[in-house]
């Protein structure tokens, strides 16, 4: 049984359920205790596109030996489950990827769902609150809203891959943001090769 203390993982209903998945599987493969959180929307996402249709389905395409070690399940329904508490110790909170509607309701304060509340508490808390939109283009309300959950303490981290590593399949673009999400949640990996310079420009 590991004594880290546990990332909260959220997955909502903006386009991007590989990323939601990979990322689950890199964290329970790491070893990393993971309490995950399913909006409704976010099933529905995870159906649309890549077919995993409920938490069995899940379960296998992210490993489930390393699921069933490391990875507990809540209902976004129960807003007093663990995560909705600020005396439960956790390292963190990412939401993969994140719906404008999520980060609005972040942004306002209203917490009508238990992501939402979870979301507040890591804020309040002064914890790592990573947030992954993937929409394109971007609204003023958009932008004002990023900038509001920026100012009280959260990374807005689009889902951008680059391309410096000359990407040759989409799970390399996957893996890229993934990585990127597990540096701000300081864990340790081994996803990707990190930039070591290029060729000056001539």
């Known amino acids: 049984m590991s004594d880290r203390r546990p990332v909260v993982m959220a997955v909502t209903g903006a386009s991007g359920a590989p990323y939601a998945v990979r990322l689950v599987r890199a964290l329970a493969e790491l070893g990393q205790p993971t309490w995950l959180i399913v909006s409704s929307h976010g099933w529905r996402l995870l159906d649309t596109e890549t077919g995993i249709e409920d938490a069995a389905r899940l379960r296998e395409a992210t490993g489930a030996t390393a699921w069933d070690a490391h990875v507990t399940l809540f209902d976004d329904g129960d807003r007093g489950a663990r995560p909705a508490s600020g005396s439960v110790r956790t390292a963190g909170m990412v939401i993969c990827p994140c719906s404008m509607g999520t980060l609005a309701a972040i942004a306002g304060g209203t917490s009508r769902s238990l992501v939402e509340r979870a979301a507040d508490v890591v804020l309040k808390e002064r914890r790592r609150l990573v947030l992954v939109p993937r929409e394109t ?39 890229f943001v993934v990585a990127r999400v597990l540096d701000h949640l300081d864990i340790e990996h081994q996803l990707g090769r990190r930039w070591g310079g290029g060729a000056r420009a001539r």
């Open 137 to 175: 283009p971007l609204s003023a309300i958009h932008l004002e809203n990023m900038l509001r959950v920026t100012r009280a303490g959260a990374v807005v981290l689009p889902a951008s891959p680059g391309f410096y590593h000359r990407p040759a399949q989409v799970d390399e673009l996957v893996d």
